[in-house]
């Protein structure tokens, strides 16, 4: 084996010394990520790592990534803790066993030679990454590599032609040309300097591309964010709806800081976040009442989040009102928290008494996606943690809308990064559609943001707050809202292949 296919570093010739450096590169990965937003650290953190999957027997890979992954998600998603150490352990092992297949994967990759380090192990992650997105119950996106670049810098205008995979993808690729260098810097030639100057190019030529609204612009909207705030300590979390006094405390909050348009130009939109109404509307006309008559107060249509009961079931959704206060429209919630909003398989309840209090129904979910059609524009709604699903998006996106609204409800996660990171996420999201996006939060982070991805408006946790912008409108598309699928089908037919040449390679050597 040459010396690129192996480590050169005697540490990380043992098995110890590359699952250490594994950790080591999940712990500094982390700091790319809200709370500490260092975007700049992700590129180098992962280069431990790939030193460390030179010249490793896919054991040692599995080993290696397990350990990177465990520490990585084990960290990032200590947030969830609050649901319990059984909740929060077996979210992280099973993400880091997504990391461990990636490792044994890549280890065999690395073997196939420049292509398989440069190209091969890059894609390996995205397509792991990929596949998490979508496994099991509907997959989990949180940690994706390519948000630790929400906050600025060049490779984020990838993400217009791409999407966020094709951001990830670009930070792999680069850390792999940077540990190319690492391992020829020592020999003969100057491979070393075209590693470097690939890596440099990967990071620094994106900022030539366009960033912000996807065509021309096409009128604006002027738009509110209303963001209650809700009782600390007891509100917690998504439910069938509650009967004690806290949900109407929630209305009542919404209502009063609503109030503050009254008096004023009417905005073309007044947003709501999840579970603002937190009894379905329908069957409590008595509490619903005040909130149409609100809207025709104010003089504007209402986006507002809503609890809708049905027999033994309810559906997490999105209203749509008019200026007269009537309902004309309705989405449901379509990607359902597993565990959160239903029990995957009917044996949990008898395995975990928990959720039977927890979850005492199942919700149904919705089965198509739906753009409002406003007086000033169309908008599309996601709920929650569907902004972490670019699918879903992308759909909305291509069914014409030309804002995207996300409401959501983290009041349960208190003051952790975890409202922090869901914002994050949320704006790769207006930049991959060069749309403007507006996330309401029940207890905050509520934010304006423009198709760039830049927050013009932003409240803290906790708080009430009354957020308010014009936002640019078009009705272009970027190329990710247009060929995003078939790009991410790409990628994927990439990982494969590197995975199947890595498997046809080692098999080889056997022989």
């Known amino acids: 084996m040459s010396a690129a296919g192996r480590s050169a570093v005697p540490f990380l010739r043992t098995s110890p010394g590359r699952v250490a450096a594994g950790a080591a590169a999940g712990l500094i990965l982390l700091a790319a990520f809200p709370p500490t937003d260092q975007r700049w650290v992700a590129v180098p953190a992962l280069v431990p790592l790939l030193l460390a999957l030179r010249g490793a027997s896919w054991r040692q890979g599995l080993a290696v990534g397990f350990a990177h992954g465990a520490v990585f998600f084990g960290l990032l998603l200590w947030w969830i803790s609050g649901f319990g150490l059984v909740a929060w352990a077996g979210l992280a092992v099973v993400l880091a066993l997504f990391s461990g297949v990636y490792g044994a994967l890549a280890a065999r990759a690395a073997a196939l030679g420049v292509a398989g380090r440069i190209l091969g192990i890059p894609l390996l992650w995205i397509g792991i990454e990929m596949m998490r997105g979508r496994l099991p119950y509907g997959g989990f996106t949180w940690g994706g590599l390519g948000y630790s670049q929400q906050g600025g810098g060049p490779l984020l205008a990838l993400a217009r032609i791409g999407g966020v995979h094709l951001v990830g993808l670009a930070l792999v690729v680069a850390a792999a040309l940077l540990a190319e260098a690492l391992m020829t810097v020592r020999g003969p030639g100057r491979r070393w300097m075209w590693a470097t100057g690939g890596a440099l190019l990967i990071v620094l030529a994106p900022a030539l591309l366009p960033v912000?609204?996807?065509?021309?612009?096409?009128?604006?909207?002027?738009?509110?964010?209303?963001?209650?705030?809700?009782?600390?300590?007891?509100?917690?979390?998504?439910?069938?709806?509650?009967?004690?006094?806290?949900?109407?405390?929630?209305?009542?909050?919404?209502?009063?800081?609503?109030?503050?348009?009254?008096?004023?130009?009417?905005?073309?939109?007044?947003?709501?976040?999840?579970?603002?109404?937190?009894?379905?509307?329908?069957?409590?006309?008595?509490?619903?009442?005040?909130?149409?008559?609100?809207?025709?107060?104010?003089?504007?249509?209402?986006?507002?989040?809503?609890?809708?009961?049905?027999?033994?079931?309810?559906?997490?959704?999105?209203?749509?009102?008019?200026?007269?206060?009537?309902?004309?429209?309705?989405?449901?919630?379509?990607?359902?928290?597993?565990?959160?909003?239903?029990?995957?398989?009917?044996?949990?309840?008898?395995?975990?008494?928990?959720?039977?209090?927890?979850?005492?129904?199942?919700?149904?979910?919705?089965?198509?996606?739906?753009?409002?059609d406003t007086p000033a524009g169309r908008v599309g709604t996601v709920i929650c943690f569907e902004s972490t699903f670019p699918e879903l998006v992308r759909a909305s996106v291509r069914g014409g809308a030309q804002v995207i609204v996300v409401t959501t409800n983290n009041a349960s996660y208190g003051t952790s990064p975890a409202s922090a990171q869901h914002l994050a996420m949320s704006r790769v999201r207006a930049i991959e559609h060069g749309r403007p996006l507006i996330q309401a939060a029940i207890s905050g982070i509520s934010a304006i943001v423009m198709p760039d991805g830049e927050i013009v408006e932003r409240a803290g946790l906790f708080t009430p707050a009354l957020l308010r912008a014009e936002v640019p409108l078009t009705t272009g598309t970027t190329p990710y809202t247009r060929y995003g699928s078939g790009i991410e089908i790409a990628m994927g037919i990439g990982a494969a292949a590197a995975a199947a040449a890595g498997m046809v390679r080692a098999r080889g050597r056997r022989a």
């Open 212 to 372: 912000g609204l996807a065509g021309p612009q096409a009128g604006t909207m002027d738009i509110a964010a209303i963001q209650g705030n809700v009782p600390r300590g007891i509100f917690t979390g998504v439910g069938r709806g509650r009967t004690g006094p806290e949900d109407l405390v929630i209305i009542r909050n919404h209502i009063e800081v609503t109030r503050r348009l009254l008096g004023e130009p009417p905005p073309d939109l007044v947003i709501w976040p999840e579970n603002a109404f937190d009894r379905d509307p329908f069957r409590n006309a008595e509490l619903f009442e005040p909130v149409q008559g609100l809207a025709r107060a104010v003089g504007s249509p209402f986006v507002i989040g809503a609890i809708l009961e049905g027999d033994e079931t309810f559906r997490n959704s999105n209203l749509y009102l008019d200026v007269a206060g009537r309902v004309q429209d309705v989405y449901d919630k379509v990607h359902l928290v597993p565990f959160g909003e239903y029990v995957p398989f009917a044996f949990a309840r008898d395995l975990v008494p928990i959720l039977d209090r927890e979850i005492p129904v199942d919700g149904t979910p919705g089965d198509r996606v739906v753009v409002f």
